[in-house]
């Protein structure tokens, strides 16, 4: 195995483990997790701050939501396809917070360097992050593309729009993923 792909395998194996124990995890339970001794562990990484980081950035990294939006189908109704792309980007959502909240609430507060805000570990940070994820909307759009009132590019933006702003209000009476989309297809008035 290239050490390259021993780190990724180890970073894998420990995300579960920083989710459920943040940073009190101990060098045992990440090789047992990995299923390698302590030594390996810290010839890939120099320390576990160095694997912590690296787990923050394979968190963080939109890839996996990507390719969950990328295989859906796109011969299924429009209200399906964006319910499956709303919980990718909710699941997405949530393994990254869960991350950061454990990570956070076991002492491991990493501040960033100044001129470094809104900079993080995929393609230069945030913006091409949420660049990637709304060009892969705008393609679960385009089979409706005739049927549409605005251009795809735009209802992707404003779908994310209400989706991740529905997000930072939790609430007992939230809407479904479900009840999102119907909204965002249907509106707030009933057909008359």
């Known amino acids: 195995m290239s050490a390259e792909d021993r780190r990724a395998m180890i970073v894998h194996a420990v995300l579960p483990l920083l989710i ?56 299924q109704p ?18 990254m917070g869960a991350l950061m909240s454990a990570l956070h609430a076991s002492g491991r507060n990493r501040h960033r360097e100044p001129g470094q805000r809104g900079k993080g570990p995929w393609k230069g940070g945030r913006r091409e992050s949420m660049a990637a994820i709304r060009e892969a909307m705008v393609e679960l759009f385009t089979p409706e593309q005739d049927q549409l009132r605005l251009p795809a590019e735009q209802l992707a933006t404003l779908f994310l729009t209400l989706l991740f702003g529905g997000r930072r209000m939790p609430s007992d009476d939230a809407p479904t993923t479900r009840q999102v989309v119907d909204f965002f297809l249907h509106g707030a008035v009933e057909a008359g």
Do not use: W
């Open 20 to 75: 459920e124990h943040g940073a009190t995890v101990t060098s045992s339970q990440i090789a047992r997790a990995a299923g390698i001794g302590e030594g390996t562990v810290f010839r890939a990484f120099k320390d576990k701050d160095e694997l912590f980081d690296a787990c923050t950035a394979e968190a963080l990294k939109p890839d996996h939501v990507l390719d969950a939006i990328a295989e859906i189908p796109l011969d």
């Open 78 to 95: 429009l209200e399906d396809r964006l319910v499956e792309a709303a919980e990718a980007l909710g699941a997405h959502l949530e393994r």
